[in-house]
């Protein structure tokens, strides 16, 4: 029996029609939401192919990386490869054994610098944060802005001045130099500050003082424990900024031997790349970035969740 | 009463008591902040001031090796650097040019990121994984990126091959002899590293924006388009105006990507020579200190003025929305306390 003909329908018509209109409206909101969900899981799905994209786009280097410096020179030139060949151990003693490109000091220099420096930096930061938090003196206000307002200040900017006094003191070629300025990082000290400003209740500070304890004891045996998340964020990023370091240590290093290694991968200088031992320039460039990927890696989780709150703070 | 006195007898020793207190205690704010304020004078504060003396003084040496100078010109560094045929101009032009390709498609990719990982309705899965991945470039070295993109841009580079063979450039084009091709790259390299933070930036200010703005929106009838323009783009400018300030300053300082990978020679018709790359050639290879000096102050004047103009721009227009947000909960309260009250008398 046709539905429209049933008798109960003809019926509720009859006595209920002022209700069809709602009846309809009900079918289209049902629709709307079917649509909407339908909408929804397309712009799902679009999210997902774009993120995929730059996924690609950010990994798709280092993949390469990884996998030409497992290739002759001349294999490389044929083509790009997706999977690893094996000349990673040749590649590897070749470039030892490359007398024009210092590997081993380079990275024996790099490894000292961005480890001293991130030391330097993430202490030196936080004993400057704890005097502008704990502290009242006079000119604490001049200070924390004159910090802040250095703060903007390119470091690149005083560099000539910088050559210029070395040139002067004949103080090229100092790998300290590179390091000692870390102890003045207005970054890092603002970071911290903030962080100490969160975290830091003056009632501890009160209770360690009535205990006896000294001022640098109560620093280092309190604030520093406390501050250890800050610390390791810090400390990483400090590490990273001064392995990467170019534009400075490429201007004071021109010693061969106190090179770093982003001034060996910039040294390689040749009429035209194509003459470049590729394998070992590949090899030379995974053994700059990989250690401070994997490092990164390990630690993501931490950084960008310390990232995220910082900014919101900032 | 008797406890009263005792209190006011009290309380000015007290107070004498915590005054001596601060006093002896401020000697260890000085000494704490000794360390950061000694070094900072000698290898910033100095040398900043060296770089200013010296950019009114003829100062440079000849061949690299005869020291001219230094000689008091006044302003004739400025007037040479500044003039309208100077290189200055160019190599400026080059790298905010550079900055630009990179920025544009940067923010509007950040921005999207951060909506999609902050968007509750969306239910996003792997962000942490895809938050990982955008921000790992951040942390290389700029310098590998830049001698990685001339290798894989070489003549019989693979990426090179690979564009060939998709016939997206013609066969006799050599990549890094082609001015487009090279600025393109350099602004590649530095989207690649920084689009993943600015949109870690951009979401921690969404995360920042009360939670109950979108809500009364969503109540009023407001979809997805008019909720982004009306409400979070406006609440998120203040992380709008660090993003572009601190990529600003950074794009004037962009440095790294581009020596590497046009070898240090600003690439074909001095095309992706960085302002910041003339003064490393001026201080490292020519040692023309007088000119290096005007330029790096030149540098940091326009640092100062882009932050300045950025700020009055755009603050004002921040306060105004949030003003006009406050107002608008404060009635939305206001009008809820009205309907509660009425509720209660009707009860």
């Not at chain 2, 704490?32 to 070094?39: G, H, R």
């Not at chain 2, 990982?132 to 990685?148: C, D, E, K, Q, S």
């Not at chain 2, 700020?311 to 949030?322: G, H, I």
Request: aromatic letters at 14%; proline letters at 4%; a positive charge.
């Amino acid at each position: 029996m046709n539905k429209f003909n049933h008798p109960y329908y003809s019926a509720s018509q009859a006595i209920i029609g002022s209700n069809t209109p709602n009846l309809k409206k009900n079918e289209e909101s049902r629709k709307k939401l079917s649509n909407q969900r339908i909408g929804m899981i397309v712009y799902r799905v679009i999210v997902y192919v774009f993120l995929i994209l730059l996924s690609l786009i950010c990994i798709v280097p280092f993949w390469i990386l990884i996998v030409n410096c497992t290739y002759q020179s001349s294999q490389i030139q044929q083509g790009l490869h997706w999977w690893f060949g094996n000349y990673f151990v040749e590649n590897f003693q070749g470039l030892l054994s490359n007398t024009n490109i210092p590997l081993k000091t380079g990275f024996i220099n790099s490894l000292i610098v961005a480890f001293t420096t991130a030391i330097l930096t993430v202490y030196f930061s936080a004993l400057t944060a704890y005097a502008t938090h704990v502290y009242q003196f006079k000119g604490k206000k001049f200070v924390t802005t004159f910090i802040l307002a250095v703060m903007m200040i390119p470091t690149q900017v005083a560099s000539m001045g910088l050559v210029v006094i070395c040139n002067q003191l004949h103080l090229l070629n100092q790998i300290w130099l590179i390091i000692v300025p870390a102890i003045a990082s207005p970054v890092t000290y603002f970071y911290m500050k903030q962080y100490l400003e969160s975290v830091l209740p003056f009632e501890v500070i009160e209770a360690a003082r009535v205990d006896g304890s000294s001022e640098i004891r109560i620093f280092h045996q309190i604030v520093l424990p406390i501050l250890k998340p800050a610390l390791a964020v810090q400390f990483i990023f400090s590490y990273v900024t001064n392995w990467n370091n170019f534009f400075i240590p490429g201007m004071l290093l021109q010693d061969k031997t106190t090179w770093t290694l982003p001034i060996v991968i910039a040294g390689l200088k040749a009429s035209s790349p194509d003459t470049f031992d590729l394998g070992q320039v590949y090899m030379l460039m995974t053994i700059a970035i990989i250690p401070v990927v994997i490092v990164y890696l390990i630690f993501s989780k931490a950084i960008i969740k310390n990232l995220t709150s910082g900014a919101v703070k900032g | 009463m008797k406890q009263k006195t005792s209190t006011e007898v009290r309380s000015p020793s007290l107070q004498t008591r915590k005054r001596h207190k601060k006093i002896s205690y401020s000697k260890y704010g000085y000494l704490f902040l000794l360390p950061f304020f000694i070094i900072f004078i000698t290898f910033s504060l100095i040398p900043l001031i060296q770089t200013i003396y010296y950019s009114f003084f003829e100062y440079y040496y000849q061949n690299g090796i005869n020291q001219v100078g230094p000689n008091f010109v006044g302003f004739d560094n400025y007037v040479t650097i500044l003039a309208a045929d100077s290189v200055f101009w160019k190599y400026l032009g080059n790298t905010l040019l550079i900055w630009v390709i990179g920025f544009v498609p940067q923010i509007i990719i950040s921005l999207l990121l951060a909506i999609w990982f902050t968007d509750s309705r969306l239910k996003l899965k792997f962000s942490g994984f895809f938050k990982a991945i955008t921000y790992m470039p951040n942390l290389v070295m700029a310098a590998a990126f830049g001698m990685m993109f001339l290798m894989l841009f070489s003549q019989s580079g693979p990426m090179t091959q690979i564009l060939k063979a998709l016939n997206l450039i013609p066969e006799g084009l050599v990549v890094s002899q082609d001015s487009g091709w090279v600025r393109a790259i350099v602004a590649f390299i530095n989207w690649l590293m920084w689009f993943g933070n600015t949109s870690i930036l951009l979401m921690s200010g969404i995360a920042g924006i009360d939670e109950s703005i979108f809500e009364s929106a969503r109540l009023d009838g407001a979809n997805a388009t008019t909720t982004f323009w009306k409400i979070t783009l406006p609440l998120l400018m203040p992380i709008f105006v660090y993003v572009l300030i601190t990529s600003m300053i950074g794009g004037l300082q962009l440095f790294d990507a581009a020596q590497v990978f046009t070898q240090g020679t600003g690439g074909p018709g001095l095309c992706a020579k960085t302002i910041m790359m003339y003064l490393y050639e001026r201080i490292s290879i020519s040692k023309n200190y007088g000119a290096a000096g005007a330029i790096s102050v030149l540098i940091f004047l326009f640092t100062g003025i882009l932050s300045i103009f950025v700020f009055k721009t755009l603050v004002p227009n921040y306060n105004a929305v949030k003003a006009e947000a406050k107002a608008y909960h404060k009635r939305q309260r206001y009008l809820k306390n009205v309907k509660n009250a009425g509720g209660q008398s009707h009860e």
